[in-house]
Each structure stands twice: as C-alpha cells, then as structure tokens.
C-alpha cells in the first residue's frame, strides 16, 4: 500500500470535486452516493441481525443450568 505523506490533508477530496465539471459527472455522482448509501445500510441492517442472533444464543448459553 503507498501511503501519500507529501499532499496536504484534504487534497485527494478537492481533486475530486474540481473534477466533478459537468451536471451529468454531478448526478452521476450522486446516484452512484445513494446506491453506496444503500448497499451500506443492508449491510448494517444484517450485522444487526446477526448481533441480536448472537445475543439471544449468549443468553440462552448462561440461562441453561
């Protein structure tokens, strides 16, 4: 991995919104923003699930005699 310690902080995050020129680049942008939004949040909907999953199987473990 090459790690960049000469750009100042933030640089990466200008670069890629001077490239944002044209209203298609913006809402293309914004439409590829929300499907990772959204893939995210499934994603935290079945760590959820699975962490309540875990939780009741711990809770039966110390119920059991």
């Known amino acids: 991995m090459i790690v960049d310690t000469e750009s100042p902080p933030g640089s ?11 209203t298609e680049k913006l809402w ?9 939004i959204r893939a995210y949040l499934r994603d935290i ?11 009741a199987m711990n809770e039966r473990w ?4």
């Not at 110390?62 to 005699?65: Q, R, S, T, Y």
Request: a negative charge.
């Open 62 to 65: 110390v119920m059991e005699p």
């Open 45 to 55: 909907e079945a760590l959820k699930a699975e962490n309540e999953k875990l939780r």
């Open 28 to 36: 293309r942008e914004i439409y590829e923003q929300r499907l990772r």
């Open 12 to 22: 990466w995050q200008r670069e890629h919104d001077f490239s944002l020129t044209t």
